[in-house]
Nanobody
Framework: QVQLVESGGDMVQPGGSLRLSCAASGFTFSRYVMAWYRQAPGKEREWVATITNTNTGGTTTYADSVKGRFTISRDNAKNTVYLQMNSLKSEDTAVYYC????????WGQGTQVTVSS
């Protein structure tokens, strides 16, 4: 069955860095567009970044709020998508979710990122 398992969430000080991982299984990972979303307390889930599939060159796009600070990447050999987060701010505090775009979409269970001094 399809599984997405996020990891790497932690508590970090403002200005710090984290790398999130999302390990995929149960489907042909390289064929799918993958994305990261986040949901802060009391707010709606919001899109963070997307990386297209191998056939379309692995193109990346970012929300304006994270552009220049976050980098999405994928390793098709490891069936894993990453989110490198630098220069973290308190407003980046959220549960971060990995998503497989498709029919149907599929979500991981999330990993908590807390940015606090």
């Amino acid at each position: 069955q399809v599984q997405l398992v996020e990891s790497g969430g932690d508590m970090v000080q403002p200005g710090g860095s984290l790398r999130l991982s999302c390990a995929a299984s149960g489907f042909t990972f390289s064929r799918y567009v993958m994305a990261w979303y986040r949901q802060a307390p009391g707010k709606e889930r919001e899109w963070v970044a997307t990386i297209t599939n191998t056939n379309t060159g692995g193109t990346t796009t970012y929300a304006d709020s994270v552009k220049g600070r976050f980098t999405i990447s994928r390793d098709n050999a490891k069936n894993t998508v990453y989110l490198q987060m630098n220069s973290l701010k308190s407003e980046d505090t959220a549960v971060y979710y990995c998503k497989r775009n498709g029919v149907p979409n599929f979500w991981g269970q999330g990993t908590q990122v807390t940015v606090s001094s």
